[in-house]
């Protein structure tokens, strides 16, 4: 098969590409990513020589551009990484989150109905249902729950995910879409909570922690995250939507002093700062629809998952220390 990954040189994206390439010698990945900041060649670099691996550098929401990439390969299935994910960003500048995870998401499907595909598939999030009271533990996300943003990202994830729907019911185009809870791993952008406490930890710089720190997140580690959008686009079934979740729930607090326990690092690096607006207080997947159909359940617990994390960013500094200083985004293709 011929599968395009838009967003691969990205997080999850990057490690989704990983997997596939060497997973599936047969089939042709083609890497559709505009390297934005949270794109990065280095994350690449130990596929970028393999024979069925191709990168394409382009923007999901330039319609000409996407439309070349579809004739040029003929893809088989689409898996839409590609988005703007950074809750603080989207609060900052909300239309470059509607442009990429709303209009670049319209434009790879009109490319699916206008080529032909056997699968497009979008990678969501939990955060479209919003939040979980700190004191209803018993309470989970399913597939059911309502749709309830918080953020101009929540908003945009929302939106891609009815416009998914509505491509569907109007064009049936044979979608599927994942909603995941937070994920954690090697070649996470140290923006985000985990690969900043780490990286900040390891220079002995502060740990920044909003309010409290006890907002609650359902931890996923990314590999088993990739080998459950990998079986739900071969197996899953057309015009549904999966939520993956790890089981995994922590505090934020407790994340934070974990990561400094296994560093041998003093809990006094932790500076608690000003919450954020309209901060989310608990994020809980409820995965029986997916473990029911597909067999699928995480493989990995937190305290396995975070051991692994921390090791690879300290077998692998010269990595984020480009990203920390910018030297990543010279690379060239």
């Known amino acids: 098969m011929n599968i395009i990954v838009t967003g691969g040189a990205g997080f999850i994206g990057g490690n989704f590409v990983h997997m596939m390439v060497n997973a599936y010698p047969d089939d042709h990945i083609i890497c559709v990513d505009t390297l934005t900041y949270a794109g990065n060649l280095e994350t690449l670099a130990p596929i970028r020589d393999k024979k069925n691996f191709t990168f394409v550098k382009a923007d999901i929401s330039d319609r000409k551009a996407i439309y070349t990439i579809f004739e040029t390969y003929k893809p088989d299935v689409v898996i839409n990484f590609a988005a703007e994910s950074h809750v603080d960003r989207s609060i900052e500048n909300p239309e470059v989150f509607l442009r990429t995870n709303v209009i670049g998401t319209a434009v790879l499907m009109d490319a699916c109905r206008t080529y032909g595909i056997q699968r497009f598939h979008q990678v969501s999030t939990d955060e479209v249902y919003g939040d979980l009271p700190l004191d209803r533990p018993d309470l989970f996300f399913t597939e059911e729950t309502p749709i309830h943003t918080s953020s101009p990202y929540s908003s945009s994830k929302a939106s891609a995910d009815l416009l998914v729907l509505a491509y569907y019911r109007t064009y049936g185009l044979p979608v599927t879409i994942s909603r995941c809870s937070n994920n954690y791993g090697p070649y996470h952008f140290p923006e985000k909570l985990i690969p900043l406490m780490i990286t900040n930890a390891l220079e002995n710089k502060q740990l920044p922690v909003y309010g409290k720190g006890e907002n609650v997140r359902d931890w996923l580690y990314v590999e088993d995250h990739c080998e459950a959008i990998d079986l739900i686009v071969r197996k899953g079934r057309v015009g549904e939507v999966y939520n993956i979740g790890g089981h995994n729930e922590r505090t934020n607090l407790s994340v934070v002093k974990g990561i ?10 932790i500076a608690y700062v000003t919450d954020r607006p309209g901060h989310d ?30 090791q690879w960013y300290l077998d692998n500094k010269e990595w984020w220390q480009h990203v920390l200083s910018g030297e990543y985004k010279c690379k060239t293709i």
Do not use: M, Q
């Open 260 to 269: 400094l326990s296994i560093l041998g690092k003093d809990e006094s690096l």
């Open 281 to 310: 207080l608990r994020y809980a997947i409820d995965p029986t629809k997916i473990h029911n159909e597909l067999g699928w359940l995480p493989k990995t617990s937190f305290e396995e998952g975070i051991k692994k994390t921390i």
